[in-house]
């Protein structure tokens, strides 16, 4: 069965310093990643995923993403935060050889101070 | 504009009620998916859909149903049998299994709360 763990509840960082949301995964095929962004009493927004092809992954607002086989990770990145991030962030996985089940992570929440 | 439309954004139910929330998109995806989303928890899977007239439970159904009889719309009845209904629902949907890597686009949500 595919799975998605963010281990953090919760990530506090100073306005203007980099920011990181971790995210480690699981399946049995490929994995396609995603990230999605929420806001309160709203639905998600897509940041960026990874396919295939570079392991670093650039998407909206600044947002990248680094994919790495060997750890099972696909860890989200800024590198400079701004207050605008904070917000409840999420990372999703489809496994290429199990159907189109998409499946997220328990959700991180940012908190970006100024 | 093309996008996912859920309604109501707010919907309230009495002990014992069935409620229907609704969910329609006109981006002529083939997947599309329901989830809950509980305070400051993740996303769970209701139920998913591949195609029209099919649909699988996720991890989550029981006390939950769903028709796929149209392929712009896949309403959620949560029934009388779901013992805590009151959560954030979040339908989605996606181009399905061709390509696997499109990413899904949400609706903005209904939230169930019994009174």
């Known amino acids: 069965a595919q799975s998605v763990a963010q281990p953090e509840d919760q990530v506090n960082v100073a306005e203007g310093n980099p920011l990181t949301v971790k995210c480690t995964y699981s399946v049995s095929g490929n994995p396609y990643l995603f990230w999605y962004v929420q806001y309160p009493n709203r639905g998600l927004q897509f940041l960026l995923k990874?396919?295939?092809?570079?392991?670093l992954v650039k998407g909206s607002y600044g947002f990248e993403a680094e994919f790495n086989k060997s750890q099972t990770s696909f860890h989200l990145k800024k590198p400079s935060a701004l207050v605008s991030d904070s917000a409840l962030y999420f990372c999703?996985?489809?496994?290429?050889?199990?159907?189109?089940?998409?499946?997220f992570g328990g959700g991180t929440r940012v908190l970006v101070k100024p | 504009d093309g996008g996912i439309t859920q309604s109501p954004k707010y919907l309230f139910r009495k002990e014992g009620q069935n409620v229907t929330l609704s969910c329609e998109q006109n981006?002529?995806?083939?997947?599309m998916y329901w989830y809950r989303q509980d305070p400051g928890q993740g996303l769970r899977l209701i139920y998913y859909s591949q195609i029209v007239n099919d649909f699988q439970k996720g991890d989550i159904a029981e006390g939950y149903s769903v028709s796929r009889e149209k392929k712009e719309s896949f309403p959620l009845t949560v029934t009388s049998a779901q013992k805590n209904p009151t959560a954030f629902y979040l339908c989605?949907?996606?181009?399905?299994?061709?390509?696997?890597?499109?990413?899904?686009?949400f609706g903005q949500g209904t939230r169930l709360t019994v009174v």
């Open positions: 989605a949907s996606n181009t399905g299994t061709a390509p696997r890597g499109t990413e899904a686009f």
């Open positions: 999703a996985v489809r496994d290429g050889a199990a159907g189109n089940k998409l499946t």
């Open positions: 981006l002529n995806h083939d997947a």
């Open positions: 990874y396919i295939t092809g570079d392991n």
